[in-house]
């Protein structure tokens, strides 16, 4: 059974700070990893995906992965109100397109 | 580009009922998706297609559930009989070739399906 964790939160940061948003999973073949964000009532629209060990960084977010360690990461620097959704984290493991496997996602509420 | 509709955004319906929700994708992507997202679940695959083709119906949780792709900008996820625990928020996405764009999932809005 493939599986993606993630902590539910709620995390709460203050306006300004970093959040650090994590994943696990359970396959070492996976291939990509994608974070999404969904604001309430909304659809899930990608923020990054990053396949290489190491960071990426697009903007305010940095990706980190460690396939050894089998986890990923999503930070968010000088965080704003409107980054106040839930952040899924998505996991292909390779071969067909379809297998993006999602985590129940984690809730960030950043407070002004 | 208008994204991937969905219709109906919203549909309330009983117990014992036909429900059928559509879906057209962007146009010129190869791959749609349907998923369907509860807070115990999170967001599941049900099914996806290439080129019209279904390719992995092994999300489907059961016989009541059908999904069709007569053509490239059309698709139909049906549910006979709905039950409660059918009541989601079902997705209907869909994807650019798998040689380009790192896999990148485009989301409808979103049909949003409570049986009573």
């Known amino acids: 059974q493939k599986e993606v964790e993630q902590n539910s939160g709620p995390l709460s940061v203050p306006e300004g700070a970093i959040a650090s948003l994590n994943c696990t999973y359970s396959?070492?073949?996976?291939?990509?990893f994608f974070w999404y964000r969904q604001y309430s009532g909304k659809s899930p629209e990608l923020i990054m995906f990053?396949?290489?060990?190491g960071d990426k960084e697009d903007g305010r977010f940095t990706a980190q992965l460690n396939k050894a360690s089998q986890y990923v990461s999503l930070l968010i620097r000088d965080s704003q109100p409107s980054d106040s959704a839930t952040y899924l984290c998505?996991?292909?493991?390779?071969?067909?397109?379809?297998?993006?496997?999602f985590g129940k996602g984690t809730k960030l509420s950043v407070k002004p | 580009d208008a994204g991937v509709i969905q219709s109906p955004r919203h549909e309330v319906t009983e117990m014992g009922q036909e429900v059928t929700l559509r879906c057209k994708p962007i146009?010129?992507?190869?791959?749609l998706f349907w998923y369907r997202q509860t807070m115990m679940r999170g967001l599941e695959l049900l099914i996806y297609?290439?080129?019209?083709?279904?390719?992995?119906d092994s999300g489907m949780p059961e016989d009541r559930f059908s999904a069709k792709m007569p053509n490239a900008s059309f698709s139909t996820l049906k549910i006979q009989p709905s039950e409660p625990r059918d009541s989601a928020v079902y997705f209907c996405?869909?994807?650019?070739?798998?040689?380009?764009?790192?896999?990148?999932?485009?989301f409808g809005e979103g049909s949003w399906l409570t049986v009573v």
């Open positions: 990053i396949y290489s060990n």
């Open positions: 396959d070492r073949g996976s291939q990509s």
């Open positions: 996405a869909s994807s650019p070739d798998r040689a380009s764009s790192g896999n990148t999932i485009y």
């Open positions: 297609f290439n080129n019209n083709v279904p390719i992995d």
């Open positions: 146009s010129g992507h190869d791959y």
């Open positions: 998505a996991v292909n493991y390779g071969g067909s397109q379809g297998n993006l496997i």
